[in-house]
């Protein structure tokens, strides 16, 4: 049998997640997919649970029940460890040492080359802060360093929760960019955020909701079916749909 192509298969496969946070329900139930060579996005306001489904699918969270499925192994299997790519929300790097000294232990971690610390620098548009410490950069800087650190040896899955958050909207677009160009090239992104009107730059769209999923379609087909012109509209309907 030929293999389907990248863009048609998927790197995640979630049936019926449950997580449980300090005694709630904090995702009842949740399936879905995320392909290969695409961008998908995962909005929903705050608390809906974008952070706590990401950990599912690094492997960091506690789960009650269900399968969550990462490139045909289960979620957390150390084989995945240099073929996932994560970005934790609060940037999770060493604030004493430089950039670059903090891209090299990475890449030790992951067994990538010394070639690699440059590569990822200059995809974040960092080169200039690689000999500056973590603690001397800005907060949107910081993450910037947690992405490159994600992009360590091109992984197949980036999983990256909320990547553009206090950038400007020049640095915005370029990191969409970025994530489109990685797509194109078969990567599978999951990125989250609250800012809906990031999600025109996907190419598919998970929207949760206290847990869980509103709606899974492609931006366009979200608006047309809910005869909206923007994903925040589209999101109030859909709440409004729900309610009746
Ligand atoms: N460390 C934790 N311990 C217990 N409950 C938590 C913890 N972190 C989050 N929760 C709860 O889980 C729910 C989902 O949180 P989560 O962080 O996944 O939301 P989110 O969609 O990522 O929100 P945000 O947009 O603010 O980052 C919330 O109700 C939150 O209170
Ligand atoms: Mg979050």
Wanted: hydrophobic content about 40%.
């Amino acid at each position: 049998m030929t293999e389907a192509p990248a863009g048609q298969r998927d790197a995640v496969v979630i049936d019926g997640l449950h997580v449980v946070r300090r005694g709630r329900d904090v995702l009842p139930g949740l399936s879905c997919t995320v392909p290969e060579g695409a961008v998908t996005g995962l909005l929903g306001p705050s608390g809906s649970g974008k952070s706590t489904l990401m950990r599912a699918v690094v492997g960091v969270q506690r789960v009650a029940g269900g399968r969550v499925e990462v490139l045909g192994e289960p979620a957390g299997s150390p084989s995945l460890r240099d073929r996932v790519g994560y970005m934790t929300q609060s940037p999770s790097v060493y604030g004493g040492i430089t950039v670059a000294d903090n891209l090299r232990f990475f890449s030790r971690v992951l067994g990538c080359s010394a070639d690699e610390v440059d590569r990822v620098l200059s995809l974040v548009d960092l080169d200039r802060y690689a000999g500056t410490p973590v603690d001397h950069l800005s907060g949107g800087e910081r993450s910037r360093v947690s992405l490159a650190i994600a992009l360590l040896g091109s992984p197949r899955l980036l999983v990256l929760d909320e990547p553009t958050v206090g950038l400007d909207p020049v640095l915005r677009v370029r990191l969409w960019d970025l994530f489109a160009r990685l797509a194109e090239d078969g990567t599978a992104l999951l990125v989250s955020s609250h800012v809906m009107d990031e999600a025109q730059r996907c190419d598919g769209l998970l929207l949760l909701r206290d847990g869980a999923l509103l709606a899974t379609d492609t931006p366009a087909g979200l608006l047309s079916r809910t005869g909206t012109t923007d994903v925040e509209a589209a999101f109030l309907a859909l709440v409004a749909e729900a309610q009746r």
